[in-house]
């Protein structure tokens, strides 16, 4: 059984690696940061804060949740 938030924390992390992969596809006109695309670089801080809770939950002992 998976332990409580690891199925929101998964789904946070992967939706955001795919959404970063479309970014990197779009042609529109969006605001820019240091030659990098705002929704880009949105989607990659989701997917690296998920990550690092998935870490952090996933060592965790059971009685400490």
């Known amino acids: 059984k998976p332990r409580p938030g690891t199925v929101i ?3 946070l992390a992967l939706s955001s690696i795919v959404r ?4 990197l596809l779009r042609i529109d006109r969006v605001p820019i ?8 670089l949105v989607s990659l801080f989701i997917a690296l804060t998920a ?3 998935l870490i952090t939950l996933r ?3 059971p009685s400490e949740i």
Do not use: F, H, N
Not at 33 to 40: E, G, K, Y
């Open 9 to 11: 924390l998964m789904y």
């Open 20 to 23: 970063a992969g479309t970014e």
């Open 33 to 40: 940061i240091s030659d990098i695309r705002l929704p880009l």
């Open 51 to 53: 990550t690092i809770l």
């Open 59 to 61: 060592r965790r002992k």
